[in-house]
């Protein structure tokens, strides 16, 4: 592969200059160039303009790739071929939007390489840390043509088979029909799991920007006022924040779900128009996103009252909350704090109305792709809690229609497992003292 095309990751900042003037040189040649028809729709350009955009730092990203790279010295890996929204964003920084489209990520012994479609342009090559290669939409597999190039002879390629569906593994079997597979996808959720002080940094941030979403609602929240508003004044506000506190991060993906009444019976019900009303049980969910980092504010919340129904199962809730915020700490098996947990609740004939796990890690994901699964707060998890991770305790039970105090309870802070403990990084408050809203 010609080194116009691939950029040493070690050298990406230090060679600033040099890669300014490799650039210069790529549109000079595109402005200049004599077309013919076979020019006019090629399979695979070169779209980079403009300066890199980066939010973490080059020794960062470094540390990401070298123990990426050790495993793949380890294991015999030549060539690593990421597809995942997660992985991609994790070691290159960019966070593609598919809209239909397959994306990748190629990371050997010494070059990372983004794959993307010509509809973005130069915003991939501008966010990626590495070099980046387009492919466009003029020839069916374009994209795989994009990995043949990039992959070359590599005999051993590592893919995500949690993520790789099956037409797409036959594709790529098809494009290297001399490489042999083997899969990547657990190796790289182990790595992600230990978060570094950067990514810490950030998901603290984060943490905090969702504390002001959730004062927001607070704020905002009366009689009569539909989920959506609800829900649009805290997305406002949260955006605003993060535009503030990061003015080069890309603003997409922060959103909020407030639900009220029935609708709060699934975690994840989407928002609706219905006016919330007093005495109604509500659910806040602030979910601030930078940079493919997540975080989350979950609590419940009414309006003006709650019915002894409501306070006795939210009581209840609270209890398993803060008592899972004690068990969490180095050492502890996810599957150990589930089950302590779950005789909570058994003692108050609650089991059979939890929702689901107690708690999951962060990093990069969203409620669209991605997730650290071997780092959840359930029974058939038995990761080790350690130093470094960063993991929820949200406790959540569904009391059924028809029932006296029915709806759904949850309440959501996020810890960083330090070395002694935890840190509870999660600012708004809990439970009835604080968050029965009075208007």
């Known amino acids: 592969m010609k080194k116009s095309v691939m950029l040493s990751s070690l050298g990406l900042l230090k060679n600033l200059p040099s890669i300014l003037k490799t650039q210069a040189a790529r549109q000079l040649h595109k402005a200049s160039a004599v077309c013919s028809q076979g020019d006019l729709l090629p399979s695979l350009v070169d779209c980079a303009q403009g300066g890199k955009v980066a939010h973490f730092s080059s020794a960062e990203m470094e540390s990401r790739l070298s123990k990426l790279r050790a495993y793949m010295a380890k294991e015999n890996i030549d060539t690593c071929v990421f597809t995942s929204y997660h992985n991609i964003c994790y070691y290159s920084e960019f966070l593609y939007c598919s809209f239909g489209r397959p994306y990748g990520l190629v990371v050997n012994h010494d070059t990372q390489t983004s794959v993307s479609a010509k509809i973005d342009y130069g915003q991939p090559w501008r966010k990626t840390y590495g070099d980046n290669i387009v492919f466009t939409d003029w020839q069916r597999d374009n994209f795989y043509r994009a990995l043949q190039k990039l992959v070359g002879d590599s005999k051993s390629v590592g893919v995500e088979l949690d993520v790789m569906n099956v037409f797409a593994h036959k594709k790529l079997q098809e494009s290297l029909p001399s490489a042999t597979f083997s899969d990547v996808g657990v190796p790289t959720m182990q790595m992600r799991m230990i978060k570094s002080a950067e990514e810490i940094d950030l998901i ?149 109305h939890r929702s689901f796990g107690y708690g999951h890690s962060f ?33 959540m039970i569904t009391i059924p229609e028809g029932m006296p105090g029915n709806g759904g309870y949850r309440e959501h802070d996020i810890f960083v497992v330090k070395e002694d403990g935890a840190e509870n990084i999660t600012g708004f408050p809990y439970g009835p003292e604080h968050n029965i809203i009075k208007k």
């Open 363 to 395: 990093g990069v994901l969203c409620h669209y792709y991605g997730r650290e699964a071997g780092l959840e707060l359930r029974e058939d998890i038995d990761t080790v809690l350690e130093p470094n991770m960063v993991v929820s305790m949200e406790p």
């Open 204 to 352: 603290k941030n984060s943490a905090n920007i969702g504390d002001i979403g959730g004062q927001t609602v607070a704020g905002v929240l009366e009689e009569n006022i539909p989920e959506h508003e609800v829900a649009l004044a805290s997305t406002r506000a949260m955006v605003r924040e993060i535009a503030n506190r990061y003015p080069n991060a890309d603003i997409m993906d922060t959103w909020t779900w407030f639900q009220s009444g029935i609708n709060t019976d699934g975690a994840h019900n989407p928002v609706t128009t219905r006016k919330v009303q007093k005495g109604d049980i509500l659910s806040l969910n602030c979910f601030p996103m930078i940079n493919g980092y997540y975080t989350a504010l979950e609590r419940t919340m009414f309006l003006d009252h709650a019915s002894d129904a409501h306070l006795k199962y939210w009581n209840v809730n609270v209890e398993v909350h803060e008592a899972g915020a004690k068990l969490i700490k180095p050492g502890m098996k996810c599957s150990d704090i589930a089950k302590e947990l779950n005789t909570i609740y058994e003692r108050h004939c609650l089991l059979q």
